[in-house]
């Protein structure tokens, strides 16, 4: 049989620099799911946008030929003509990208973006295009297909527009889908639906895939061919399963060491003690009104946290995980005295075992000052969260001298033992931090957080913006600065593989509501709630022999009503937290 | 119908700023020590003219020059009865010129509606000019083309207006035989609007046009560039392209759409600064708009007249603003459905 599509010794380089994209060959099958699977700079995306050419204007093919087989004859993509290549794009091959809010035009309405891909390609009337539009709306999973029409990108979540964007792709029937990191800014059980309706339209519509990820479980719930990449060249590639299972290459295998997973198997744990706790939050609540810029229409008050109770005994690590909106983030704020909780909510922070407590919902000046430096936070984006116009040094000596500790030669030599401390050379003081990598810049984070000698840390994703091997490096910085400082950790994540790996308590919220805690191993030996269940079932395993259970998440990833009796709740009417034992709490009527 | 909503909206504070407005312009003008008639019969006195000096206090008591600042406020937009009655700016009356001893009225007449089509014909051609230009330099940016429109809109930016001025009237008159100064045949002035006298303005029109309208070409040029440029970076030109659409059509719906915002915002700034910019140029290519007029009214403490002029010119920002606000949220459902639940 004919490959759909063969790239044959494809090299791309930008500039005159040296190749990107280095003596790189796969063949795609007809109907066949090929995934292109490498960290950030490996070259997978820009090989996938080889095939379409869309790559960036300083980019060139150097050498190589990429062919699509079509019904019509072999077309060389990779030597057509500009004005050719436009009939490929969109018809035989088309592509969905990583962030679904920003790859449809805010501006234009979703019907009228992917109508558009029938008027160019079908010539379609209006009229003609929005019946097949709406049918496949219909088929990619809106439940109000003649409103997804007329909606604009603002108005749907990002697992909707995502799915905007399939209908996008599909619409024109290709042979050929290329998506690239479809589901990596969507949550996890987002994230599950998205990869099983892509699975599905596939195998109704015979089309092949190619699949670009960072993700090995990803690639293990979808591909049947894998492609290994790294700087540029391919690192191993075969059918999947015998790849998956015992992978050859020494860098396919430090991939699979480095990614995070659910314990196939867990058992029960002790609960956490609580003699002693440096954080303490009691029926923390938050309410933020959501003006309706009308003054017809009432506010709507949005429910960020609803009777939160918490507690972090010193030098643990208490996690808590949900999807965005849950309120995981608003519930971190509040502990750090960064967000006022709503009128009789506590949070209460001890510094030394035993101290008087600091009310951090009611702070004075003096008080906060001192709390802030027991305090610290590190963000989830380091790209963003150092400034790009200050020195290392001078980003990491800023928080000693606010709070004036130290000379100035102190604090220099106090940011140069912090470096060391994160693994960084204490002559990188001078540098500015776009001389970083992604996980370097996350060091420094943690470095700059150290700084003042917390005894808390908020974590804010930490790892979510980072490779896998690289978020395996930080993790195991914050184990071995917790180990060796006592530090305790308050760390927010969406991602319960990495949860597991770090955290010696969970708690799981939802719409607010904590509706699930207990230590991760008795989690995940023995979930009951179904939104727990659903999180679990979602996170795709680097493991063939563990696929997604779509059922599971589809039972609990849905709003409230769609649960089981026991567990549903309302605005009005909540269960409490009920002790199943020792240690696990689960929202739900006995 | 929430457009025509807002629009009516968008129009009460529209005359509310406009009430602040003539309560500042009123005040500034009246800030400086004396007024016209007093420094006349300064004048006057010290020149030893009494009968002058009678004819001045006359007019002091004619319009209400001796009463109180706020009362003369409320007699000049007609909230009060003054010595003849309501008879202010809302009433129609808007005044009397001291220097030119003529009503405010007689005075700006034509040049109100030709400063309003001379700075109209300028925008068009700001716009005109600007978005091909802009759209085509980000396009084929780093480019010969790129960088030939960069310089001459550069050029256009640092050329003195009177300079470019001159400039286009010599040449203007040598090859295209188009007639220097004013803005219509000096036979037509005062008459009624003819087919004739609107072809002779339109022949007049072109050179101000240019000159008004070149440096904020440019400028918008550059502006539209580098907003397309951010915008060509985004996603969505991305998915655009994957679609497989031309690249002209691309541009134009996509990215061009979503730069096009601050120019829109634009309309209602550059109106007050070409109308306040061009009063230079009208004296130089004497042109019969109102510039000239305020400049005297402003040095002669002529009080009615710059007032007047002044709220004309703030009349038609607001106006600008007004259009610009409306129309972005007609172009730009963000705004239209901000704060509305999804």
């Given at each position: 049989m004919t490959p759909l599509l063969s790239v044959e010794n494809l090299s791309i380089g930008f500039g005159s620099g040296e190749a990107v994209v280095k003596d790189v060959n796969f063949d795609v099958m007809p109907g066949e799911t090929l995934a292109l699977v490498g960290e950030s700079g490996s070259g997978k995306t820009v090989t996938c946008r080889a095939v379409l050419r869309i790559l960036p204007r300083a980019a060139q093919i150097r050498s190589g030929r990429i062919t699509l087989n079509t019904e019509k004859g072999p077309l060389t993509l990779s030597e057509m003509s500009e004005r050719k290549m436009r009939d490929v794009r969109g018809?035989?091959?088309?592509?969905?990208?990583?962030?679904?809010?920003?790859?449809?035009s805010p501006l234009h309405r979703i019907g009228n973006q992917?109508?558009?891909?029938l008027w160019l390609h079908r010539g379609a009337s209006e009229k003609e295009a929005k019946r097949q539009v709406l049918q496949t709306f219909e088929r990619v999973g809106f439940p109000d297909p003649e409103r997804a029409y007329r909606s604009y990108p603002f108005e749907m979540s990002g697992g909707m527009r995502q799915r905007a964007m399939i209908a996008m792709a599909m619409v024109s029937k290709p042979d050929l889908l290329i998506a690239d990191e479809p589901t990596t800014a969507l949550d996890v059980t987002t994230q599950a639906q998205v990869l099983g309706l892509i699975k599905e339209l596939q195998q109704e519509t015979g089309m092949a895939l190619?699949?670009?990820?960072?993700?090995?479980?990803?690639?293990?719930?979808?591909?049947?061919?894998?492609?290994?990449?790294?700087?540029?060249?391919?690192m191993e590639a075969g059918a999947a399963e015998p790849l998956l299972k015992s992978p050859a290459h020494p860098y396919t295998q430090q991939l699979f060491n480095a990614a995070p997973a659910i314990p196939a198997e867990a058992t029960l744990a002790p609960p956490l003690p609580d003699d002693d706790l440096i954080l303490e939050m009691?029926?923390?609540?938050?309410?933020?009104?959501?003006?309706?810029?009308?003054?017809?229409?009432?506010?709507?008050?949005?429910?960020?946290?609803?009777?939160?109770?918490?507690?972090?005994?010193?030098?643990?690590?208490?996690?808590?995980?949900?999807?965005?909106g849950s309120g995981k983030t608003t519930a971190a704020r509040i502990a750090l005295g960064a967000e006022l909780p709503d009128e009789g909510s506590e949070v209460l922070f001890r510094a030394t075992p035993g101290a008087d407590p600091i009310t951090v919902h009611k702070m004075d000046r003096a008080t906060r000052t001192a709390f802030q430096r027991d305090a610290q936070m590190v963000f989830q984006d380091p790209y963003s969260s150092l400034s790009p116009r200050m020195r290392v040094q001078d980003a990491m000596t800023e928080p000693l001298e606010i709070h004036k500790i130290g000379t100035?030669?102190?604090?220099?030599?106090?940011?140069?033992?912090?470096?060391?401390?994160?693994?960084l050379n204490s002559d990188m003081l001078k540098r500015y931090p776009h001389a970083f990598s992604g996980g370097q810049r996350q060091r420094l984070s943690v470095a700059r957080a150290m700084m003042l000698d917390p005894s808390l840390i908020v974590c804010d994703e930490p790892t979510s913006a980072l490779d896998v091997s690289v978020q395996e490096?930080?993790?195991?910085?914050?184990?071995?600065?917790?180990?060796?400082?006592?530090?305790?950790?308050?760390?927010?994540?969406?991602?319960?593989?990495?949860?597991?790996?770090?955290?010696?308590?969970?708690?799981?919220?939802?719409?607010?509501?904590?509706?699930?805690?207990?230590?991760?191993?008795?989690?995940?030996?023995?979930?009951?709630?179904?939104?727990?269940?659903?999180?679990?079932?979602?996170?795709?395993?680097?493991?063939?022999?563990?696929?997604i259970n779509l059922k599971l998440v589809a039972q609990g990833a849905g709003s409230p009503e769609k649960w089981a009796e026991a567990f549903r709740f309302t605005d009005t009417m909540v269960p409490s937290l009920v002790e199943l034992e020792p240690g696990h709490k689960v929202r739900c009527h006995v | 119908m929430s457009i025509l909503r807002y629009a009516i909206y968008r129009f009460g504070t529209m005359l509310l700023t406009l009430l602040v407005v003539s309560v500042l312009v009123f005040v500034i003008i009246n800030l400086p020590p004396g007024d016209y008639l007093s420094n006349q019969i300064a004048e006057l006195k010290a020149s030893g003219q009494s009968a002058g000096v009678a004819k001045a206090e006359f007019l002091r008591k004619e319009y209400a020059l001796d009463r109180a600042l706020w009362e003369q406020y409320m007699i000049w937009m007609g909230f009060m009865p003054g010595p003849h009655g309501f008879s202010g700016l809302?009433?129609?009356?808007?005044?009397?010129?001291?220097?030119?001893?003529?009503?405010?009225?007689?005075?700006?007449g034509d040049s109100l509606w030709l400063t309003v089509l001379v700075n109209m014909a300028a925008i068009v051609f700001v716009y005109a000019l600007a978005l091909p230009l802009g759209v085509i330099a980000a396009a084929k940016s780093r480019t010969w083309i790129d960088y030939t429109s960069a310089f001459v809109g550069y050029l256009g930016l640092a050329t003195p207006n009177f300079l470019l001025a001159l400039i286009l009237y010599y040449y203007g008159r040598k090859y295209l035989n188009i007639p220097i100064g004013g803005l219509m045949d000096p036979s037509f002035e005062g008459e009624p609007l003819t087919w004739e006298k609107m072809k002779s303005i339109m022949?007049?029109?072109?050179?101000?046009?240019?000159?008004?309208?070149?440096?904020?070409?440019?400028?918008?040029?550059?502006?539209?560039?580098?907003?397309?440029?951010?915008?060509?970076?985004?996603?969505?030109?991305?998915?655009?392209?994957?679609?497989?659409?031309?690249?002209?059509?691309?541009?134009?719906?996509?990215?061009?759409?979503?730069?096009?915002?601050?120019?829109?915002?634009?309309?209602?700034?550059?109106?007050?600064?070409?109308?306040?910019?061009?009063?230079?140029?009208?004296?130089v290519m004497g042109l019969q708009t109102i510039g000239p007029a305020l400049l005297t009214a402003l040095k002669t403490q002529d009080q009615f007249l710059s007032a007047f002029i002044l709220m004309f010119v703030a009349l038609l920002t607001l106006i600008g603003t007004m259009i610009s606000d409306i129309l972005l949220v007609m172009l730009d459902p963000r705004i239209r459905y901000e704060g509305r639940e999804s």
């Open positions: 018809d035989q091959v088309s592509m969905i990208f990583q962030e679904p809010m920003r790859s449809l992917v109508s558009e891909v190619i699949l670009v990820t960072h993700d090995l479980g990803v690639v293990a719930n979808m591909a049947e061919k894998v492609v290994v990449m790294h700087k540029g060249r391919v009691n029926k923390v609540n938050k309410t933020f009104t959501m003006r309706s810029g009308s003054a017809w229409k009432p506010d709507v008050l949005v429910h960020a946290c609803r009777g939160v109770d918490l507690k972090l005994p010193r030098g643990k690590t208490l996690a808590i995980v949900g999807e965005s100035k030669s102190e604090q220099r030599d106090k940011a140069a033992q912090m470096l060391q401390r994160v693994g490096q930080i993790l195991t910085l914050l184990e071995e600065l917790q180990e060796g400082l006592g530090l305790s950790y308050l760390f927010i994540s969406h991602d319960l593989a990495v949860v597991a790996r770090i955290a010696d308590e969970v708690a799981v919220m939802r719409q607010g509501l904590i509706v699930e805690q207990a230590p991760p191993d008795t989690l995940f030996y023995n979930p009951q709630h179904p939104y727990t269940k659903a999180l679990i079932a979602a996170q795709p395993e680097p493991d063939i022999e563990r696929p | 809302i009433q129609g009356n808007f005044g009397w010129s001291f220097e030119f001893d003529r009503p405010v009225r007689e005075i700006v022949v007049h029109l072109i050179v101000p046009t240019i000159v008004i309208g070149t440096a904020g070409a440019s400028a918008m040029m550059q502006r539209l560039r580098a907003n397309m440029l951010d915008e060509l970076g985004k996603p969505y030109v991305e998915t655009a392209i994957a679609k497989g659409m031309a690249p002209s059509r691309m541009l134009t719906k996509y990215p061009l759409r979503v730069a096009f915002n601050p120019f829109v915002a634009d309309i209602g700034n550059l109106l007050p600064s070409m109308v306040s910019g061009s009063v230079l140029v009208s004296v």
